[in-house]
């Protein structure tokens, strides 16, 4: 198995991230409740047991409260901070008050949102921020100010991206002294567009994928560590009921039970393994609250391992619902 590219660069972090959106209950603007916080704690303790130690959430992921939830936590339990690496997001500015949402990559911008940020977190600094969606007004020279600024006031150790392009990246890379850490990326076994880019060269069928052309091979020529957001696919390959689902889902979540019981482990380490299984070195971000769902999938990094040729592209194959071209 492949090092990880933050490994690489001095960040001990695990294999699997924790995905922290639903700390804080419902998408609304209601008091934290103290279940809320007993909750996420749940969700946090099991992530540890399995040796999860990246914590990653976004200044608007349930309206702040994900970020606040992290923060008490880590204020009632200090000696947890060096034991976790924490990652935000900014840069998604939701529409209210009669604006619409919109996306800001301005100076002022990131750094009243890392600030606002760490606030919430009870934070003197972050590990990694990541720009959450691409601003089409970006301006690469303020970007890199506002990066420095963070950076110089000790507030930001490493900076990223999510759902960017290679274009985007390296225009964005042209006015950063350092390099991208992360590109945070929808990957999983439902959502195939990061493989069917790679075998499509040179095909009509090629046409219809909008993943983006040498993404994978450029962070991993670049040191870039991939994250994969939503790759459990909602649960459909692990349990879920799926019966009023296409064909090719019901019948990719029997392959997945299959190979699950045979290797004696559970569907979610398969459907991880699958991910972990690619030469990028991908980091799934496992978007749950539940600890028994955490910890089902602590033998993914096994799984990818064990997990022969024939088996990932079975699995491949199956979920695209017809052969290889």
């Known amino acids: 198995m492949k090092v990880l590219p933050l490994k690489k660069r001095g960040v001990e972090t695990s294999r699997l991230v924790l995905g922290c959106m639903p700390f804080g209950g419902e998408w609304n603007k209601d008091p934290i409740t103290d279940q809320n916080i007993k909750d ?19 200044n608007v992921y349930r309206w702040g409260k994900s970020e606040t939830i992290i923060g008490k936590i880590l204020k009632d339990r200090p000696a947890l901070r060096e034991q976790v690496i924490i990652q935000s997001k900014c840069g998604i500015r939701p529409g209210e008050n009669g604006l619409p949402t919109r996306f800001d990559f301005s100076k002022e911008h990131i750094i009243e949102a890392a600030e606002a940020s760490l ?97 994978l091979e450029y962070c991993q020529l670049e040191n870039v560590q991939i994250q994969a957001w939503g790759p459990l696919s909602q649960g459909i390959f692990s349990g879920r009921d799926v019966s009023d689902r296409p064909e090719t889902v019901q019948n990719t979540a029997k392959l997945v039970k299959q190979m699950a019981d045979e290797k004696g482990t559970t569907p979610e380490a398969i459907v991880l393994g699958w991910i972990m299984k690619h030469p990028a070195a991908i980091q799934p971000v496992i978007g749950s609250i539940k600890p028994d769902r ?27 619902g017809k052969p290889m071209p």
Request: charged share 25%; glycine share 6%; proline share 3%.
């Open 40 to 58: 996420s704690e749940a969700a946090l303790d099991a992530a540890l047991e399995i040796g999860i130690n990246l914590l990653d959430t976004a």
């Open 294 to 320: 955490i910890k089902a999938c602590q033998d993914g990094e096994k799984q990818a391992e064990l997990m022969t040729r024939e088996e990932w592209y079975s699995l491949y194959t199956s979920s695209r």
């Open 119 to 215: 606030k919430r977190l009870d934070l003197d600094y972050m590990d990694i921020l990541l720009l959450h969606r691409p601003d089409p007004l970006m301006d690469p020279e303020e970007v890199a100010e506002a990066f420095g600024k963070l950076k110089a006031q000790g507030k930001v150790r490493y900076f990223g991206v999510s759902n960017m392009n290679v274009s985007q990246m390296q225009f964005l890379q042209s006015a950063l002294p350092d390099e991208l850490a992360v590109n945070q990326l929808e990957i999983s076994l439902s959502h195939l567009d990061w493989l069917d880019q790679t075998i499509h060269v040179n095909q009509k069928a090629g046409q219809n994928v909008h993943f983006g052309e040498g993404l």
